[in-house]
Each structure stands twice: as structure tokens, then as C-alpha cells.
């Protein structure tokens, strides 16, 4: 299978285990999520500097020391311990893809796609020594849920037991360890979409959970019915957590290519609506790109970073430049710091 | 709006595809592809905004389909608007009348052409127009007695009638007419009637006081269908007209002059404004004068002139108009010509004041008179051999009883029309002048009577003047101004005898009873006799105000200037009776036109308008008669063309169902109705043009 072919969404789709699907991604990324500011006590050395007064004695090189007669410190580079959340909404509209014609492969969902950013989010953080939670948004099912899935018919609980609010489904705190990570990527594997969205309660509840300077990265649909979920949002950026979001959208809603007289169903609700598309064409473009652009002005205006993530792209090639855009970003505030 | 009406009923059913968009918009509501649809919300907020335009264009686009259908089922059903009038109408043919209205307003022109002829051609339409199997009258309206014949199937004969039908001068009751022509339909066993009413709608012709009309029909009086053909096709008729002239003498213009004081009616809307009046004779404008006359009204101007003596055929003239024949109005003037008179003065004094014709000589003065009266003054011996022929008058002022001889020669003066004043004193002996005069004497003489002494102041007092006939034309300018007689004392004049004579009028008594003054009529001329004198010395009369006036006017009346009034004019249909003087005969009568009217012994029958000469045979000859001649003048009743309001007409004859005008023959046939497939033809192609339109649009 060429490396091409394994960066296809549509082909990742069909492996079986999603760890793999994250590590062959992640292994197509550079990595580097981020530098420190801080440096002082360091993991890694860095330089030697003259020992002056009031410097760390354990620090002090004594191999320079028998070498040179002189004494000198050891400066290390102290790469922060980054706590991120991988937001995932998991509502039941996450579950749209449509197949295309003639195909015979199952559709990518938007889900199936977020699933695979968020893991391998999750994997790059880890690997490289960082903490990597998953929050999974998504109101309790109401269908009986099939075996193996999870179940959200009864109130969510977290690791340590406590009752989730029924916004949030799953909520595995972030860690660092490999175990961990195996955990997520199965969490994330068994996970189905289910219920309506409420983005803004899930981040609320992220909000009071989450240790300040995280960053997070949320992966919806942004179908909120709620006005809340965007200032929910601006709330995490008070404090002084780094939000990005990854806006996934299938390439239907964003070109509503339908002809034939269809009746479209509501994913999260009741609703019905039969129509010919020609009729309702132009006005369903007309709002779904004015909510696009409101999405992304309210995104900017609260300094969240806005990553358009339509299911029909290739997703390394999404995290590449969206890792890039980061580097480049620390860079300039390293050369302004 | 009438009924509708459906040429093809029985293709109803065709309606029913009207129901086809119908169901195919209901089929076409097929159960759609469903497809699970995350951002259905956005669709259903850009179709809020569209709901509204959406839910209209698939309203209008069904309507639109349904139209469509339903527009070429009913243009195939050929419906028919018909109108009131003609869903009230009988079905069948119709017993028919036309009436045709010849009255006076007809010959009203409407550019070149008369309305009688537009009104007749019309006629000629409808009759030929008219259903074989409808019985069919004519009835023209002329001002005679409206009777119409039964309906028959003669066409021929009336288009005859109608061909030589002409409209005539007289004012014509068309509500009348119509009327007859509604009784004369009884006859026929059809169950519908139909009268076709051909005419101006002037005001005067048509009666809205008189019943509708009706016809006798076995089972009750049934209302006919009465319709109107507007010859003037509704159109006013403006008509100025000369109604009335008056003649009166102009004191202002001396002898032979008249005022003639016309009246001109405006029946048009606007005023007229200096309307050229003319007063003409012998073909020659003699005065011309402008006249103001506001809208619907009249007015008076009073035109005068100075004319030659004798019979003036004259009349007053306005501009011709579209009815040129009440723009004329003639009438006959008698203007007195010069007086002649002979004053033979019976007591002829060296003092003038008490010469027996001093009086008299100053009321028959040229000061006094104009020169009107040219008066000679001879004493009896003297006039004894004067011919009489010259003059028109002979006054015997106070004379002896004449001789034989000479009392001949008077009475064939006044047999031949001369005139002869007589008056008392002491030379007139009563048994003399009965001998002498005879019959010439309006009344025989009896005796003198003394009543009083002049001077006395005691004793009987005088006679005077009781009563005065004003009538007569001698005395008629003293009317008002009895003062002039009453205050005149008689203290002696001749009683007559009692008996009454042929001919004979007493113009004035005496407080005693007896006649003062007397006349009689003697072949073609008068006498008159005054029973007391012409000086002071039996009455004191000529020194009152209306001695000299009365002498005056007893003069021209016996010459015949001071005539009965002049002769009333006659009006077309008439038949006039000429006063035609024995021995004489009517030899012709020569109407306006030059030529000669219908004349049986003495009476004419008037057909036109204008002078009407009259000859005369007498003996062997002929001779002209201007005493006779007279004008015949239109009766003003058709000179206001004031047209009337179509509505009240209707509603007179029964209301829009019975009762409707039309402008010419093609619009009064029954209507079949208006076709109405054509216009729906032009909504199925509106309709297929907006459903296209609607569905390009989706």
C-alpha cells in the first residue's frame, strides 16, 4: 500500500485499529508542537555558563570543572509538561457522509474523520512527552446502543467516578502515558454519534476542569443549535487555555449537491422537509456560508485559531499545515520574547 | 349584466378537466428520496424566508393549470353573454310596429342630412332586418290623429309608405303613437310585441304623463318591448327659433311706422350671442338687428320700420340653423295708406271759430296728423260737383238732406268701400235725411232732443257720454282715458229710432240711452253717424281732449286704416276660411312654395309655412286680394329641441328590460348575446403563457 493511498481518508477508513491509522499519520508529521519559554533547570542541556552567585550548585559541571579549573553551570532547556484536550463532538449530526455514487466502501463520516485528527493529536502529544485528554460532546443516545458501544442511555461517569454532565459522554483527563493513549484510541475507536449537539455544555464543563494554559483542540461540526457554544469557547481563551478548532464539514454541506426531490431528515431532531433542491439550493448555500463566515469572525474576534477541516481532504495534509502554521507562530513570539 | 347563455350545453362535462392539474399536482407528490441531512436546519431557515414565495408560486402555478383547463372547457361550451333585455324578451318572432316620427324637429339637420332621413333609412333596415315570420306595421307620426293598421306580411307595402313618408311641419305626440301602434299589435296571435320607436327624443313629442303603452291580448294587456332608435344619436340639438312676433304702431316713427318685437328661443346649451335678427319683405332686408339669447331661454328684439301703405307680407328672419324652417316667422302687416278725406262743411261761418268744420279742420290737420290724413274742405254746393272717387272719407258736417242725385253718388261711394262720417245740427232734419239717405243711415233718424241750454246752470242737466265701446278700433286708443269723454256735455243731438238695422254698432251712449256715435257696414265701405255736432254748438265735445283724437281715428277707421286686428295667422294642417266679399270667389290661393294650396270654395287647406296670396274672381275678371292674403306660422311647440333624459324614457316604458335606445337598426335587433368564447381563449393563453413563466421560475 503506497503512502499515498494511506494518507487517503477514504482508505484509512477501512483499517481496522485506529492507533495504527494515528501513528501512520503522525509518522507523515513532523513533529514539534512547542517550545517552552521558560528556561532554567532544564531536562536537556543546553549551554554552560560561569558560575556566578546565587546559581544552582547541583548544576554545577564538575567534569568542566577538573578540566578547565573553572567553575561552570549547566543550563537546560525546561520543555513544559503540555496538557491538552481533544474535543471531540460526537453528536448524532457528526454522523453524516455520504456515499459517493457507485462506491461500495461505507461512507467517511464527519466522525470517522474527526476521530482520526483527534487521534492523532492525541498521539503526537504523547509521544513527545505531552498530556492528551479526550472529551467527548454528545447528549446521551436515546436508541438502545449496540454491543460493544458505549452507552450513554445511563448518566456518563469519569475515571474517577464522578457523574458527567449529559452534555459531555466521555471525559478521559489528560496523561501522558502509553497506556493512556492505547485507552483513548479505544474510547475513540467504539465511539458512535449519538444525540444532539451541546458543545457549549461539554466546554463549560471542560472549562471548570481544565488546568489553566491547556490547549485544546475541538473537533465539530459546530451544528449548535445554542448560541452558547462559541462564548463557551472565548471562556477557555480566558483562561489562558489555547484554543483551535477544527471545523469538520462534509463537502455536502458544503455544496448541497442534491437534484432530485428529496425529503431531508433531521439527524438530532424531528425535522422533515421535502423539497426540490433547485428551489432551496441558493438559500441553503446563502446561510450555510454566512455561518461560516460569522463562525469564523466570532473564532477570530476571541483569538481561537479556525481550522476548516472539510471530510474530503486528506487529514495529514490538514495536521501538517496546521502544525506548521503553530511552529511558525512560536517562532515569531520566540524572536518577540 | 344579462344571463348567460351556452351554445353548446351538453359539452359541461368538459369542465371536469379542469380537475386534472389537480391531481396531477396531488400525484406529483410522490414520496420523495429521503436522505438524513445534518445541516437540515440551515434549509429550513433560507426556506422561512422563501416559504411564503414558495407556497405562492406553487399556488399560482396550480391556478394558473386549473385556468388553463377550465378556459378551453368553457370556450368549448361557446358561452353568451346576452343582456337584460334580451333574456326578458320573448322567445320567437315578435308582431312588429315601427313608428316613425315625421314631426316638425325631424327636418333638424345633422350635418347634411335631416333626421327624418337618417330615421327613415333606419326603418328601412329594421323592416328589412325583420324575421319572415314576423307580422310587421308602420305607423307615421305626424301630428294627425295616430292610427296604425294591423300587422301583416306585406313588406312591399310598407316600404311604400315608408319610402314616400316625409316629415311634416307640425309638432307630433309620439307617446301617442306608440300607443296606437301598441293596440294595433292585439290583433296578431303571436305571443311577443315589439314596437321600434324612430325619432329625435325631443322633450315636447314625448308625453311621460301618458300611460306606457299596452297591448290587448286575449288573456290581459301584455307591455311590449319598446326600443328607441336616436336618430340624433345622442347628440344635443341646439335650435334657435323666432316663436312669436308682435306687431304695434311706433308713435317714435311717425305714420306707417311699427314696431315688430320678435321672440327668439334658445334650445341649445350654450347662450347665443348676437344672433342676427332680420326683419324682411318683398325679399329685401329692411332692419337688421342682434339678439342675445341665454340657454334654454328667450329672449325679445324689437326691430322698426317705416313702411309703404298698404298689405306688407313680411317676416322676421334669423340665420339658418341645423332646422332652418323655425329660423322664418312671417306675418301680414296692413299698413293704412293716406287718407283722403272731403269735409263738406254744412254751416260754414265768416268766423272761423264758429265755422261748423273748425274742429274738425284742426283734428284732420297735417300738424295733427303727419300728413296722413289729407283732408278737403268744401262747402255742400261746392262739393255737390265734386267726384267722390279721390277720396276715401266724405264728412257731412251739419248738412242739409243732399239731393237725390248726390245721396246716390254717396251710397255707391260707399258701397264701393269709401267711408262716410255724418254728423248732426240744426240743418239735419230727421225725416229729410231718412228720406234722402235711406239705408245708408246706420239707424233711421227720429227726432232732436234737447237736454239742456248751453250756459244754463239750473234746469235738466246735460248728457253725456255713459258709455264708451273701447273695443272698437276707433275708440280703442282711448282706452284707460275716459276722462276725455265723460267729462263732455251734450246739450242736444239727434235721437234715432229705435229699430236696429243690419251691420250696425253703437261705439258710444249717451247717459239717456241713446247712441251718440253709430256706425254701419254698407256694402265694402262704413258710415258713421254722430248724433250731435262737430262744433260747440251742441255739445261742448270738441273743446274736450278726445274730440280731436276720436276725429282722427273715426277718419282712418273709415277709410280702413284702423281694420279689425290684423288677420291671426294659421299654422300648417289648418284649413282656413276666407272672409271672401259677395259676389267674389276664391280664384286661387298661392302658398310659400308659388304653389297653388288646396282650396274648396272658401276654405284653404294650409300646408306649409309662410304667405299665402289669395285672387279673387269677381265677375269676369280677377283681381288680387291682399285684404285676404295671411301668413301661416309653425307651431313653437316643436322649436324646442331639448332632447330627454334617456333614463326617464326607459324607465317610462318598463325599465331596462322592456325599454332600451338604441343609435341605429343594427343595435335595436334582439341581441343573441355577446360571444365570450374568444375571451376565454385569450385567458387559456394567458394562462399557458404564466404557468410557463412560474415554471421556468422554479
Given at each position: 500500500?503506497?503512502?499515498?493511498?494511506l494518507?487517503?481518508?477514504?482508505?484509512?477508513?477501512?483499517?481496522?485499529?485506529?492507533?495504527?491509522?494515528?501513528?501512520?499519520?503522525?509518522?507523515?508529521?513532523?513533529?514539534?508542537?512547542?517550545?517552552?519559554?521558560?528556561q532554567?533547570?532544564?531536562?536537556?542541556?543546553?549551554?554552560?555558563?560561569?558560575?556566578?552567585?546565587?546559581?544552582?550548585?547541583?548544576?554545577?559541571?564538575?567534569?568542566?570543572?577538573?578540566?578547565?579549573?573553572?567553575?561552570?553551570?549547566?543550563?537546560y532547556?525546561?520543555?513544559?509538561?503540555?496538557?491538552?484536550?481533544?474535543?471531540?463532538?460526537?453528536?448524532?449530526?457528526?454522523?453524516?457522509?455520504?456515499?459517493?455514487?457507485?462506491?461500495?466502501?461505507?461512507p467517511?463520516?464527519?466522525?470517522?474523520?474527526?476521530?482520526?485528527?483527534?487521534?492523532?493529536?492525541a498521539?503526537?502529544?504523547?509521544?513527545?512527552?505531552?498530556s492528551?485528554?479526550?472529551?467527548?460532546?454528545?447528549?446521551?443516545?436515546?436508541?438502545?446502543?449496540?454491543?460493544?458501544?458505549?452507552?450513554?442511555?445511563?448518566?456518563?461517569?469519569?475515571?474517577?467516578?464522578?457523574?458527567?454532565?449529559?452534555?459531555?459522554?466521555r471525559?478521559?483527563?489528560?496523561?501522558?502515558?502509553?497506556?493512556?493513549?492505547?485507552?483513548?484510541?479505544?474510547?475513540?475507536?467504539?465511539?458512535?454519534?449519538?444525540?444532539?449537539?451541546?458543545?457549549?455544555?461539554a466546554?463549560?464543563?471542560?472549562?471548570?476542569?481544565?488546568?489553566?494554559?491547556?490547549?485544546?483542540?475541538?473537533?465539530?461540526?459546530?451544528?449548535?443549535?445554542?448560541?452558547r457554544?462559541?462564548?463557551?469557547?472565548?471562556?477557555?481563551?480566558?483562561?489562558?487555555?489555547?484554543?483551535?478548532?477544527f471545523?469538520?464539514?462534509?463537502p455536502?454541506?458544503?455544496?448541497?449537491?442534491?437534484?432530485?426531490?428529496?425529503?431531508?431528515?433531521?439527524?438530532?431532531g424531528?425535522?422533515?422537509?421535502?423539497?426540490?433542491?433547485?428551489?432551496?439550493?441558493?438559500?441553503y448555500?446563502?446561510?450555510?456560508?454566512?455561518?461560516?463566515?460569522?463562525?469564523?469572525?466570532?473564532?477570530?474576534?476571541?483569538?481561537?485559531?479556525?481550522?476548516?477541516?472539510?471530510?474530503?481532504?486528506?487529514?495529514?495534509?490538514?495536521?501538517?499545515?496546521?502544525?506548521?502554521?503553530?511552529?511558525?507562530?512560536?517562532?515569531?513570539r520566540?524572536?518577540?520574547? | 349584466?344579462?344571463?348567460?347563455?351556452?351554445?353548446?350545453?351538453?359539452?359541461?362535462?368538459?369542465?371536469?378537466?379542469?380537475?386534472?392539474?389537480?391531481l396531477?399536482?396531488?400525484?406529483?407528490?410522490?414520496?420523495?428520496?429521503?436522505?438524513?441531512?445534518?445541516?437540515?436546519?440551515?434549509?429550513?431557515?433560507?426556506?422561512?424566508?422563501?416559504?411564503?414565495?414558495?407556497?405562492l408560486?406553487?399556488?399560482?402555478?396550480?391556478?394558473?393549470?386549473?385556468?388553463?383547463?377550465?378556459?378551453?372547457?368553457?370556450?368549448?361550451?361557446?358561452?353568451?353573454?346576452?343582456p337584460?333585455?334580451?333574456?326578458?324578451?320573448?322567445?320567437?318572432?315578435?308582431?312588429?310596429?315601427?313608428?316613425?316620427?315625421?314631426s316638425?324637429?325631424?327636418?333638424?339637420?345633422?350635418g347634411?342630412?335631416?333626421?327624418?332621413?337618417?330615421?327613415?333609412?333606419?326603418?328601412?333596415?329594421?323592416?328589412?332586418?325583420?324575421?319572415?315570420?314576423?307580422?310587421a306595421?308602420?305607423?307615421?307620426?305626424?301630428?294627425?290623429?295616430?292610427?296604425?293598421?294591423?300587422?301583416?306580411?306585406d313588406?312591399?307595402?310598407?316600404?311604400?309608405?315608408?319610402?314616400?313618408?316625409?316629415?311634416?311641419?307640425?309638432?307630433?305626440?309620439?307617446?301617442?303613437?306608440?300607443?296606437?301602434?301598441?293596440?294595433?299589435?292585439?290583433?296578431?296571435?303571436?305571443?311577443?310585441?315589439?314596437?321600434?320607436?324612430?325619432?329625435?327624443?325631443?322633450?315636447?313629442?314625448?308625453?311621460?304623463?301618458?300611460?306606457?303603452?299596452?297591448?290587448?291580448?286575449?288573456?290581459?294587456?301584455?307591455?311590449?318591448?319598446?326600443v328607441?332608435?336616436?336618430?340624433?344619436r345622442?347628440?344635443?340639438?341646439?335650435?334657435?327659433?323666432?316663436?312669436?312676433v308682435?306687431?304695434?304702431?311706433?308713435?317714435?316713427?311717425?305714420?306707417?311706422?311699427?314696431?315688430i318685437?320678435?321672440?327668439?328661443?334658445?334650445?341649445?346649451?350654450?347662450?347665443?350671442?348676437n344672433?342676427?335678427?332680420?326683419?324682411?319683405?318683398?325679399?329685401?332686408?329692411?332692419?337688421?338687428?342682434?339678439?342675445?339669447?341665454?340657454?334654454?331661454?328667450s329672449?325679445?328684439?324689437?326691430?322698426?320700420?317705416?313702411?309703404?301703405?298698404?298689405?306688407?307680407?313680411?317676416d322676421?328672419?334669423?340665420?339658418?340653423?341645423?332646422?332652418?324652417e323655425?329660423?322664418?316667422?312671417?306675418?301680414?302687416?296692413?299698413?293704412p295708406?293716406d287718407?283722403?278725406?272731403?269735409?263738406?262743411?254744412?254751416?260754414?261761418?265768416?268766423?272761423?271759430?264758429?265755422?261748423?268744420?273748425?274742429?274738425?279742420?284742426?283734428?284732420?290737420?297735417?300738424?295733427?296728423?303727419?300728413?296722413?290724413?289729407?283732408?278737403?274742405?268744401?262747402?255742400?254746393?261746392?262739393a255737390?260737383?265734386?267726384?267722390?272717387?279721390p277720396?276715401?272719407?266724405?264728412?257731412?258736417?251739419?248738412l242739409?238732406?243732399?239731393?237725390?242725385?248726390?245721396?246716390?253718388?254717396?251710397?255707391?261711394?260707399?258701397?264701393?268701400?269709401?267711408?262716410?262720417?255724418?254728423?248732426?245740427?240744426?240743418?239735419?232734419?230727421?225725416?229729410?235725411?231718412?228720406?234722402?239717405?235711406?239705408?245708408?243711415?246706420?239707424?233711421?233718424?227720429?227726432?232732436?232732443?234737447?237736454?239742456?241750454?248751453p250756459?244754463?246752470?239750473?234746469?235738466?242737466?246735460?248728457?253725456?257720454?255713459?258709455?264708451?265701446?273701447?273695443?272698437?278700433?276707433?275708440?280703442?286708443?282711448?282706452?284707460g282715458?275716459?276722462?276725455?269723454?265723460?267729462?263732455?256735455?251734450v246739450?242736444?243731438?239727434?235721437?234715432?229710432?229705435?229699430?236696429?238695422?243690419?251691420?250696425?254698432?253703437?261705439?258710444a251712449?249717451?247717459?239717456?240711452?241713446?247712441?251718440?256715435?253709430?256706425?254701419?257696414?254698407?256694402?265694402?265701405?262704413?258710415?258713421?253717424?254722430?248724433?250731435?255736432?262737430?262744433?260747440?254748438?251742441?255739445?261742448?265735445?270738441?273743446?274736450?281732449?278726445?274730440?280731436?283724437?276720436?276725429?282722427?281715428?273715426?277718419?282712418?277707421?273709415?277709410?280702413?286704416?284702423?281694420?279689425?286686428?290684423?288677420?291671426?295667422?294659421?299654422?300648417?294642417?289648418?284649413?282656413?276660411?276666407?272672409?271672401?266679399?259677395?259676389?267674389?270667389?276664391?280664384?286661387?290661393?298661392?302658398?310659400?312654395?308659388?304653389k297653388?294650396?288646396?282650396?274648396?270654395?272658401?276654405?284653404?287647406?294650409?300646408?306649409?309655412?309662410?304667405?299665402?296670396?289669395?285672387?279673387?274672381?269677381?265677375?269676369?275678371?280677377?283681381?288680387?286680394?291682399?285684404?285676404?292674403?295671411?301668413a301661416?306660422v309653425?307651431?313653437?311647440r316643436?322649436?324646442?329641441?331639448?332632447?330627454?333624459d334617456?333614463k326617464?324614457?326607459?324607465r317610462?316604458?318598463?325599465?331596462?328590460?322592456?325599454?332600451?335606445?338604441?343609435?341605429?337598426?343594427?343595435?335595436?335587433?334582439?341581441?343573441?348575446?355577446?360571444?365570450?368564447?374568444?375571451?376565454?381563449?385569450?385567458?387559456?393563453?394567458?394562462?399557458?403563457?404564466?404557468?410557463?413563466?412560474?415554471?421556468?421560475?422554479?
Open positions: 500500500m503506497s503512502e499515498a493511498a494518507l487517503d481518508p477514504l482508505l484509512l477508513a477501512r483499517l481496522a485499529t485506529l492507533p495504527l491509522r494515528a501513528r501512520r499519520v503522525v509518522e507523515g508529521v513532523l513533529t514539534g508542537l512547542h517550545r517552552s519559554r521558560h532554567g533547570q532544564a531536562v536537556e542541556f543546553a549551554e554552560h555558563k560561569e558560575y556566578a552567585p546565587g546559581d544552582e550548585i547541583r548544576h554545577i559541571d564538575w567534569r568542566a570543572y577538573a578540566r578547565i579549573d573553572k567553575y561552570y553551570v549547566k543550563n532547556e525546561l520543555e513544559t509538561n503540555l496538557r491538552a484536550w481533544v474535543v471531540l463532538d460526537a453528536s448524532a449530526s457528526m454522523g453524516y457522509g455520504r456515499r459517493p455514487p457507485g462506491a461500495a466502501r461505507p467517511v463520516t464527519k466522525l470517522d474523520y474527526a476521530k482520526v485528527l483527534g487521534a492523532a493529536l498521539y503526537l502529544l504523547v509521544r513527545q512527552g505531552d492528551a485528554g479526550l472529551l467527548v460532546a454528545g447528549s446521551p443516545m436515546t436508541q438502545t446502543p449496540a454491543a460493544g458501544e458505549l452507552s450513554v442511555a445511563e448518566p456518563a461517569r469519569d475515571a474517577d467516578g464522578a457523574r458527567l454532565p449529559p452534555a459531555v459522554r471525559c478521559l483527563p489528560p496523561r501522558s502515558s502509553a497506556a493512556h493513549l492505547a485507552g483513548l484510541m479505544d474510547v475513540l475507536e467504539k465511539l458512535r454519534p449519538a444525540g444532539a449537539t451541546d458543545l457549549a455544555g466546554v463549560d464543563f471542560l472549562a471548570e476542569k481544565t488546568h489553566r494554559r491547556s490547549s485544546v483542540f475541538v473537533l465539530s461540526d459546530l451544528f449548535d443549535p445554542s448560541p457554544a462559541l462564548a463557551s469557547l472565548s471562556r477557555l481563551r480566558h483562561r489562558r487555555c489555547e484554543v483551535a478548532v471545523h469538520v464539514l462534509d455536502d454541506e458544503l455544496e448541497f449537491p442534491f437534484e432530485d426531490p428529496t425529503e431531508f431528515l433531521g439527524m438530532e424531528p425535522e422533515r422537509l421535502e423539497a426540490h433542491p433547485r428551489s432551496v439550493r441558493e438559500g448555500l446563502e446561510e450555510i456560508r454566512a455561518f461560516l463566515a460569522s463562525t469564523r469572525r466570532q473564532l477570530r474576534d476571541a483569538d481561537i485559531e479556525y481550522v476548516s477541516a472539510p471530510t474530503g481532504g486528506a487529514p495529514d495534509r490538514l495536521l501538517l499545515d496546521f502544525l506548521f502554521r503553530r511552529r511558525a507562530a512560536a517562532a515569531r520566540g524572536r518577540g520574547g | 349584466m344579462g344571463s348567460l347563455a351556452l351554445a353548446n350545453p351538453w359539452l359541461v362535462w368538459g369542465l371536469l378537466a379542469a380537475g386534472v392539474p389537480v396531477i399536482h396531488l400525484l406529483s407528490r410522490r414520496r420523495a428520496r429521503q436522505v438524513a441531512f445534518a445541516a437540515v436546519e440551515f434549509i429550513l431557515r433560507s426556506r422561512q424566508q422563501k416559504a411564503r414565495s414558495v407556497r408560486r406553487q399556488i399560482l402555478l396550480l391556478l394558473a393549470r386549473t385556468a388553463l383547463v377550465a378556459a378551453v372547457a368553457l370556450a368549448i361550451l361557446r358561452p353568451m353573454l346576452q337584460k333585455a334580451a333574456a326578458a324578451a320573448q322567445t320567437g318572432p315578435a308582431a312588429t310596429a315601427i313608428v316613425l316620427d315625421a316638425l324637429s325631424m327636418r333638424w339637420k345633422d347634411a342630412t335631416p333626421l327624418f332621413d337618417r330615421a327613415r333609412a333606419e326603418a328601412k333596415s329594421l323592416l328589412d332586418a325583420l324575421p319572415a315570420e314576423a307580422p306595421t308602420l305607423l307615421v307620426c305626424d301630428g294627425t290623429a295616430p292610427e296604425a293598421e294591423p300587422p301583416g306580411f313588406r312591399a307595402a310598407i316600404a311604400r309608405r315608408l319610402a314616400a313618408a316625409q316629415a311634416g311641419w307640425r309638432p307630433a305626440d309620439v307617446t301617442a303613437c306608440t300607443s296606437a301602434a301598441a293596440r294595433a299589435l292585439g290583433s296578431s296571435p303571436l305571443k311577443a310585441f315589439r314596437v321600434y320607436v324612430l325619432g329625435d327624443l325631443t322633450s315636447p313629442s314625448i308625453r311621460l304623463d301618458a300611460p306606457a303603452p299596452r297591448v290587448p291580448t286575449p288573456t290581459g294587456e301584455v307591455a311590449p318591448e319598446v328607441f332608435i336616436d336618430a340624433a345622442d347628440s344635443p340639438m341646439p335650435n334657435l327659433a323666432v316663436t312669436d308682435h306687431l304695434a304702431p311706433s308713435a317714435a316713427l311717425g305714420t306707417r311706422g311699427f314696431e318685437t320678435a321672440t327668439v328661443r334658445n334650445s341649445g346649451d350654450r347662450p347665443a350671442e344672433a342676427p335678427v332680420s326683419l324682411r319683405a318683398a325679399g329685401r332686408v329692411l332692419v337688421r338687428g342682434f339678439v342675445d339669447v341665454p340657454a334654454h331661454a329672449a325679445r328684439k324689437v326691430l322698426a320700420h317705416r313702411f309703404d301703405a298698404g298689405t306688407i307680407l313680411a322676421v328672419a334669423l340665420e339658418p340653423d341645423a332646422l332652418a323655425d329660423d322664418v316667422r312671417a306675418f301680414v302687416l296692413r299698413v295708406r287718407v283722403r278725406a272731403l269735409v263738406v262743411d254744412g254751416a260754414p261761418a265768416a268766423v272761423r271759430q264758429k265755422d261748423e268744420a273748425f274742429f274738425v279742420d284742426a283734428a284732420l290737420g297735417p300738424g295733427r296728423t303727419g300728413g296722413r290724413i289729407a283732408a278737403t274742405f268744401l262747402d255742400a254746393d261746392a255737390r260737383s265734386r267726384p267722390l272717387e277720396f276715401d272719407v266724405v264728412l257731412l258736417l251739419n242739409p238732406a243732399p239731393a237725390p242725385a248726390w245721396a246716390s253718388a254717396l251710397r255707391a261711394f260707399v258701397e264701393r268701400g269709401g267711408g262716410l262720417f255724418l254728423s248732426g245740427g240744426d240743418n239735419v232734419v230727421p225725416d229729410d235725411w231718412n228720406a234722402a239717405f235711406g239705408e245708408l243711415l246706420p239707424r233711421p233718424l227720429h227726432l232732436v232732443r234737447t237736454t239742456a241750454e250756459g244754463e246752470t239750473s234746469g235738466p242737466p246735460p248728457a253725456r257720454f255713459a258709455r264708451v265701446d273701447f273695443a272698437h278700433p276707433a275708440l280703442s286708443l282711448f282706452e282715458a275716459d276722462e276725455g269723454f265723460e267729462t263732455a256735455r246739450f242736444r243731438h239727434v235721437l234715432l229710432q229705435p229699430d236696429a238695422r243690419r251691420d250696425e254698432r253703437v261705439l251712449w249717451l247717459d239717456d240711452g241713446s247712441p251718440a256715435i253709430i256706425e254701419a257696414r254698407r256694402g265694402l265701405g262704413r258710415v258713421v253717424f254722430y248724433t250731435s255736432t262737430v262744433d260747440r254748438d251742441w255739445t261742448d265735445w270738441p273743446i274736450r281732449t278726445s274730440f280731436l283724437p276720436a276725429i282722427q281715428q273715426l277718419v282712418a277707421y273709415l277709410a280702413g286704416g284702423l281694420d279689425e286686428k290684423p288677420p291671426a295667422p294659421s299654422s300648417p294642417g289648418d284649413e282656413r276660411t276666407l272672409d271672401v266679399p259677395p259676389g267674389a270667389r276664391v280664384e286661387t290661393v298661392t302658398g310659400p312654395d308659388g297653388p294650396a288646396r282650396v274648396e270654395e272658401t276654405r284653404v287647406k294650409v300646408a306649409m309655412p309662410g304667405h299665402h296670396a289669395v285672387v279673387l274672381r269677381e265677375g269676369a275678371g280677377t283681381r288680387d286680394a291682399p285684404e285676404l292674403a295671411f301661416a309653425l307651431d313653437t316643436e322649436t324646442d329641441t331639448t332632447r330627454i334617456p326617464e324614457l326607459e317610462h316604458f318598463g325599465g331596462e328590460a322592456q325599454a332600451r335606445i338604441a343609435d341605429d337598426a343594427s343595435g335595436a335587433l334582439p341581441k343573441s348575446g355577446t360571444p365570450l368564447w374568444s375571451w376565454l381563449l385569450v385567458a387559456a393563453i394567458a394562462a399557458f403563457l404564466t404557468e410557463g413563466v412560474l415554471v421556468r421560475r422554479g
